[in-house]
């Protein structure tokens, strides 16, 4: 499967279970949430912009998409698990299975991030993503076109040590009215 | 990655941490389990049996395994999750990477159970059982070799629904004194 196609199967709305464990301490949160992933043009100025800020041609991006959460956690019922934003994949020229992901907020810390991915050969889209202070690995595969499942791992930088191990069941919902 | 090898950096003791998903009404289940996997002798009655209802020759056999749990659930703590079974990998002679995994109690009904396995490149052991009603797909996967990660699908036996994703991450644990 080549990014474009795994992008084109995640479009729609997803109904998302997430289970997060927190290793040290085992504790156990559940997170109930709506995620939206809605293409966008390669022309958008916020994938330009994007492009720009990692001196990436944009022409060689494909698929970029907007991905919008909404959810709610059973640990912090006041905590707003809320927001958006923008990803951007960017194949390697000599190797369509692999490339970098920009994404203009980044999932364990609130910035900008470019994680590495590759596609396995069942399908399993894999992205590796550095931070400051942690690093991210997330796998996302899909079991038939309607149910998606993602484990998240957040390591140390080190990578060694596992903080906090999430699984998410993503079920496509039908979107109703316009929209 | 062989099996041999998979099965030799699982053998231990692991605490588990596990959240199930039953899709079709939204809920979480939190469960707590310890998890022992022992080596066990090609030569053990229970392996050579096992061996014989299936009608493969006990030389085929690879690294035979007892796994043995027990657990806790949130959803009913008078369930008893409590068990063990014993799993005997035969691999493809042709394809070292594929096999058959037999099992004297299956998993989603508890009943003798021969699934498919492969590794893939990424040294994920994939295990597809087949049964009467149900079917099972388990992803396991080392993120070190003290962290294991496992996702485990109940579909419908014509494995389009999803009935249950669930999702352990096991932990090694040191082993005190005799045993």
Redesign the interface.
């Known amino acids: 499967m080549k990014i474009k196609e795994f992008v084109e199967r995640s479009i729609g709305r997803w ?1 998302s ?1 997430r ?1 997060a ?1 927190h ?1 040290a301490f ?1 504790h ?1 949160e ?1 997170i ?1 949430s709506v995620i939206d992933i809605v293409a966008i043009s390669p022309d958008d100025p916020a994938v330009v912009d994007l492009c720009k800020s990692y001196n990436i041609d944009t022409n060689a991006a494909v698929s970029p998409f907007r991905m919008t959460w909404d959810g709610q956690s ?1 640990w912090d019922e006041n905590e707003v698990l809320k927001g958006s934003c923008i990803l951007v994949p960017v194949p390697d020229p000599d190797d369509p299975n692999r490339g970098k992901l920009l994404r203009d907020q980044g999932y364990a810390e609130t910035m900008a991030a470019a994680g590495n991915y590759y596609l ?3 399908d ?1 889209f ?1 992205l590796v993503t550095q931070y400051d202070r942690a690093a991210a ?1 997330e796998k996302i595969w899909f ?2 076109p309607n ?1 998606r ?1 993602r ?1 998240s ?1 957040i ?1 140390t930088s080190a990578g ?1 040590g ?1 903080v906090t ?1 999430s ?1 998410s ?1 993503e ?1 496509r919902q039908e979107i109703k009215n316009s929209k």
Do not use: M, W
């Open positions: 109904r279970q289970s464990h290793l085992g156990f559940a109930q059973d396995t050969e069942d399993t894999v690995e079991v038939n149910v499942c484990v791992l390591k060694t596992i191990a699984f069941s079920i």
